[in-house]
């Protein structure tokens, strides 16, 4: 398999389902990592990260799905733009998708 791209955490598997669900449809391979699939950590109360993989000759165009999707869900389609790097990033997301900086 060719190198990846980490393009997306998801706070959830739910979360992480719908994304990777969007981008495959659209055309985008999506390896999906740290799945909190596992019985223990299904017994366990913890808040388990979920990336979301990519080719990297795909990402352009898995960054704009993803910003359609975020625009989508977060009904008014706003964005901030970020200080740090000048990375757009939807109303949804209070960290930077380029530079993982905190919304000024
Ligand atoms: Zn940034």
């Known amino acids: 398999m060719a190198e990846r791209l980490l393009l997306y955490r ?4 739910l979360d992480a389902a719908l994304v990777a669900q969007r981008l495959d449809a659209e ?16 017994l366990l109360p913890v808040e388990r990260m979920v990336e979301l993989w990519i080719d990297p ?15 989508e869900r977060s009904g008014g389609g706003g964005s901030w733009s970020c200080a740090t790097c000048g990375e757009t990033t939807p109303e949804s ?12």
Do not use: M, N, Q
């Open 27 to 42: 055309g985008v391979s999506v390896l999906r990592a740290g799945v909190g699939s596992s019985v223990v950590w299904g």
């Open 57 to 71: 000759e795909e990402a352009p165009r898995a960054v704009g799905i993803l910003r359609e999707f975020e625009a």
């Open 93 to 104: 997301s209070e960290l930077c998708w380029s530079c993982v900086a905190g919304r000024s």
């Open 10 to 13: 998801a706070p959830d598997s």
